[in-house]
C-alpha cells in the first residue's frame, strides 16, 4: 500500500505534525489513534472530517 503524506496543524499551538496515512480522505481507526496520541488531542479534524 502506498502512503501519503499529511500535515496537520493544531488549532491552538499552531504546530504542524506530519503523518504517513494510506488514505488521506478516511483513516483507518490505528491510523486516528497515533495521530491523537502524538498531537495530545481528543479529535481530529482531516479533510473536512471528525475524527474522535
Given amino acids: 500500500m502506498k ?3 499529511i500535515i ?3 488549532q491552538l ?3 504542524q ?3 504517513m496515512v494510506v488514505n488521506p480522505d478516511k483513516l483507518t481507526n ?3 489513534q497515533k495521530i ?5 488531542v481528543e479529535m481530529v479534524f482531516v479533510n473536512s472530517r471528525l475524527y474522535k
Fill in 3 to 5: 502512503k501519503t503524506r
Fill in 36 to 40: 491523537k496520541k502524538e498531537m495530545g
Fill in 17 to 19: 505534525y506530519h503523518f
Fill in 30 to 32: 490505528n491510523e486516528v
Fill in 13 to 15: 499551538e499552531k504546530t
Fill in 8 to 10: 496537520i496543524t493544531h
